[in-house]
Nanobody, 123 residues
């Protein structure tokens, strides 16, 4: 079965950097799109960045200029490089992927979520 595992969270001081990684495994035909969401206590989950199968990326305004999303289609992995971190970036970060699987000539797409990884930025 398909699984999505993320890693790379931790605690850093303001201005520091972290790199989050997401790895998908299973009988995968394609992933489109892949993205990262975050949720702080008492807030709604928000989209931070997304990337399609051709590498076209989109960012939340709060992430533009500081974060970079990337993916490796051959390895079914993705990452989020976070630079110049601010205290307001503190949240649980979740990898998201819409994954298509193939059984013979049949294709099925479903949404998958990573388990979440905590990012804490101190001032």
């Amino acid at each position: 079965q398909v699984q999505l595992v993320e890693s790379g969270g931790g605690s850093v001081q303001a201005g520091g950097s972290l790199r989050l990684s997401c790895a998908a495994s299973g009988r995968i035909f394609s992933i489109n799109p892949m993205g990262w969401y975050r949720q702080a206590p008492g807030t709604q989950r928000e989209l931070v960045a997304s990337i399609d199968s051709k590498g076209s990326a989109n960012y939340a305004d709060s992430a533009k200029g500081r974060f970079t999303i990337s993916r490796d289609n051959a390895k079914n992995t993705g990452s989020l490089q976070m630079n110049s971190l601010k205290p307001e970036d503190t949240a649980a970060y979740y990898c998201y992927a819409r994954i298509t699987t193939r059984q013979g000539v049949s294709l099925t797409s479903n949404d998958y979520w990573g388990q979440g990884t905590q990012v804490t930025v101190s001032s």
